[in-house]
């Protein structure tokens, strides 16, 4: 193989950029980022990032990586890496000797995959292709007035704290899944009156499951957000009343709708010219009728896989870019990991499996076939209100759950999910060692069955 062309320049591309070298290949490596910056870690953004008034972590641009047009490695002064955002720096992006092309789309892949297509015309011709390109913040559809935003990028980041830095302000964030909820914690901790408004019963339901659900429910009302469960959102209303912006609306794919997870009209995709802007936000309207005033309103319902720039070629893509346990696509040359990945049919929108799946999705593609599948068991942690909540494991829907140690009431202890005699997942509340314990039982039973 002469060349591999990355496309996404963030989490799990760069880790399989890093694996490339690392599994000695030694051709031309070229890294597609539509984002203007070098890669950078996400998790922060809706936690330390928007409470931190630290200029280290964002507030110059520090993450810029314009390249040097004739080699195509990022000018030394743009790496000032001391951002804590950073996931890498310049020592590693020398040793890398990769072609960043910061900035830049990808449109498409040639038919036969062995072309990737760039916005400004130029094509990367290419013996293998990782597709790292993430997902996007699902929007609600229509206009969307000033002081609306999501949460996804740093540029998304660095909006969104600007906007909650003039005094204490009435936010409403739409959505309780976990970018949601973290965010109105953040929002909380900055004096802000936080309302979340979710559509189902009880916040992060299909995550965790009724009983943990209704502890993640019940750490908003403590930590000092109102919660509105069990109703939607039918639109938003902006600067001049009688000049309502619609999102959604009663009748439409609007966030009232309990459906609204779907893709639907409102999906973003890289072509986006992203919101437009017309008025101020000045309330959000419930679809039980309700007007919640805001000044500023977090839509925080989801991301929808990067994938529209794959339309015409023959890579089979449902919610993602459809790859067997290993990380190969319908094309042996063509790789996915990360966010965008529906690997073995399940697509993990987690840091560690982004992280995870590189190596054994670049084994396969120097292999040029499936050698090795990926038996990462699923991870993740949220930090909300103080309390971090890690989860390992597969939770099946009529799992049982028991308290193997602490208490849900002091706020720290270990939950267990069970299910046929077996325990098959964990959840922890601020039990980080117990927690670690379990999950390395259940990753070494899990491997043992493989
Ligand atoms: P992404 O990080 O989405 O990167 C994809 C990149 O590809 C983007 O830079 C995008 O611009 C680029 N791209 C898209 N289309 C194109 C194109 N056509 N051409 C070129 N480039 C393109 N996970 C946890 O486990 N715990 C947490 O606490 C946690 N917190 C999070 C908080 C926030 C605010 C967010 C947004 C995510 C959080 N996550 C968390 C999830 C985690 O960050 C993601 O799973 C991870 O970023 C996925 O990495 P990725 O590289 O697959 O995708």
């Known amino acids: 193989m002469n060349t591999v062309t990355v496309v996404g320049a963030s989490l799990a591309g760069l880790y399989a950029a890093r694996e490339l070298r690392a ?16 890669p950078y870690d996400r998790p922060p953004l809706s936690k330390d990032f928007l409470t931190s008034n630290d200029s280290r972590t964002g507030l110059g641009d520090p993450c810029t990586g314009a390249a040097d047009p004739r080699t195509g490695t990022p000018a030394e002064d743009t790496l000032a890496l ?24 990808a449109t498409g892949l040639d038919q036969r995959g062995r ?48 906007d909650l830095a003039h005094g204490p ?22 004096g802000h009156d ?12 299909p995550q965790l499951g009724p009983d943990m659900a209704a502890f993640c429910a ?28 619609v999102a959604g609306g009663p009748d439409g794919p609007g966030a009232g709708d309990p459906g609204m997870g779907g893709p639907g009209p409102g999906d973003p995709g890289p072509d986006d010219p992203g919101p437009h802007r017309s008025g101020r936000v000045t309330a959000v309207e419930l679809s039980d009728g309700r007007l919640l005033p805001a000044d500023v309103v977090v839509v925080g319902i989801g991301a929808t896989p990067n994938t529209a720039w794959l339309a ?54 120097l292999a040029a076939h499936t050698v090795e599948a990926v038996t990462a068991q699923p991870y993740f942690w949220s930090d909300q209100y103080g309390s971090r909540i890690q989860f390992a494991g ?57």
């Not at 936080?194 to 339901?205: N, R």
């Not at 964990?426 to 390395?440: D, E, G, I, S, Y």
Request: glycine share 10%; proline share 5%; with cysteine.
């Open 23 to 38: 599994q000695g290949f030694d051709g031309r490596l070229v890294i597609v980022g539509a984002e203007p910056h070098l």
């Open 82 to 105: 001391t951002d804590s955002l950073a996931l890498t720096d310049s020592e590693e992006i020398g040793e890398l000797a990769a072609e960043w092309l910061l900035g830049v789309h």
């Open 115 to 162: 072309a990737v297509l760039l916005d400004d015309g130029r094509a990367v011709v290419t013996d293998g292709v990782v597709v790292a390109t993430g997902a996007s913040a699902r929007r609600l559809p229509g206009p969307w007035p000033a002081g609306v935003h999501t949460l996804r990028t740093l540029d998304d980041a660095r909006v969104l704290r600007a």
């Open 169 to 190: 302000r009435r936010v409403v964030v739409i959505g309780g899944g976990f970018i949601g909820a973290e965010t109105a914690s953040s929002c909380v901790a900055l």
């Open 194 to 205: 936080v309302t979340v408004v979710e559509a189902a019963p009880l916040p992060l339901l």
């Open 218 to 245: 019940d750490l908003h009302r403590r930590g000092g957000a109102r919660l509105l469960t069990g109703t939607g959102v039918a639109c938003l209303h902006r600067m001049a009343s009688a000049d309502t912006a």
């Open 312 to 365: 015409g070629t023959s890579l089979a893509v449902r919610d993602g870019v459809l790859c067997d346990d290993g990380c190969v696509t319908s094309l042996p040359h063509v790789v996915a990991v990360g966010d965008v990945a529906r690997v073995g049919g399940v697509r993990a929108e987690h840091w560690t499996s982004a992280t995870e799946q590189p190596r054994v999705a670049v084994r396969n593609l």
């Open 394 to 450: 597969h939770r099946p829907v009529d799992a049982a759950v028991r308290i193997a140690e602490g208490s849900p009431d002091d706020g720290s202890f270990l939950a267990v999910y069970e299910h046929g005699g077996r325990v098959t997942a964990a959840l922890a509340v601020n039990c980080p060692r117990p927690f670690m314990k379990l999950r390395r039982e259940l990753r070494a039973r899990q491997v043992a069955a493989v």
